[in-house]
């Protein structure tokens, strides 16, 4: 099963090539076939260029330039689009996700056929490291929020960190979200279309470089709309986007 990682990147080129390396090497290290997916968002950095030099390095490197618009949900869906493999994970350009979680979350999938593998940093056997403390707060309300909303168990639906099948993207467009709020509106569409999941605990770790893409004043509106879009799909629908399932085949009689 060939993997995909879409990584959105602005102004990334102080994290970039850790991060791709680092991944790079992982994933050659446990030989799964893989592709690595940038989507530079219209970088004012070095990023581009960083990319031109890695791309000679790293053989299984594509990118991109999103023309716009732009924005953090605009970048990873500019990659779900253009993503060639059999499964697809959204990884973070600052390397605050672990290449090793990724590994455990690709055995999850061929392990149960699962459509999808959540990682959860709050799960035992997870764990954020250098999370600020606001941030956190907000972050633990936010999401026993959509579990209230959504009577859902899952509880770190915002982790970006996630991994799906290609008929499970398929089959959760068309995508709204413009911003952060699309890491909510792909799994909560996945488990309300019926799609079914395994959940992982993995480690997040705060960047180096650089400065934070999510702005927490901006986005709690956004956040709501697609909470809101994803309830009333849930109970309004009539499962007019559920999964498709294989029908059994009919024995001919002859």
Avoid at 174 to 183: E, G, I, K, V
Avoid at 199 to 211: A, C, L, Q
Wanted: net charge positive; proline share 5%; aromatic share 12%.
């Amino acid at each position: 099963m060939k993997l995909s990682v879409v990584i959105p990147a602005y102004n990334e080129e102080e994290s970039i090539t850790h991060t791709l390396v680092s991944l790079h090497n992982t994933l050659n290290k446990y030989n799964i076939p893989h592709e690595i997916c940038v989507t530079n968002d219209n970088s004012k950095d070095g990023t581009l260029r960083v990319l031109d030099e890695l791309s000679l390095q790293i053989p299984t490197l594509v990118y991109y330039t999103n023309p716009g618009p732009n924005g953090f949900g605009y970048a990873v869906r500019y990659g779900l689009e253009r993503f060639k493999g059999d499964c697809v994970a959204v990884f973070m350009a600052d390397m605050s996700d672990d290449p090793e979680d990724l590994v455990k979350f690709y055995y999850k999938m061929l392990e149960g056929d699962y459509d999808c593998v959540f990682g959860s940093r709050w799960e035992k056997g997870g764990k954020v490291i250098d999370y600020p403390a606001l941030k956190k707060v907000i972050n633990r309300v936010a999401n026993a929020i959509v579990r209230m909303v959504m009577g859902i168990k899952y509880n770190d639906t915002t982790n970006a960190f996630k991994l799906y099948k290609r008929e499970t993207i398929e089959g959760i467009k068309p995508f709204l979200a413009p911003h952060f709020n699309l890491t909510i509106e792909l799994p909560l569409k996945a488990i309300v279309r019926g799609y079914n999941y395994a959940v992982v605990p993995n480690s997040w770790t705060n960047r180096k470089y650089g400065e934070s893409k999510l702005k927490i004043k901006e986005m709690g509106s956004r956040y709501f709309f697609i909470l809101m879009y994803c309830l009333i799909e849930k109970y309004f629908s009539q499962g007019d986007f559920m999964k498709k399932t294989a029908a059994p085949k009919k024995e001919v009689s002859r």
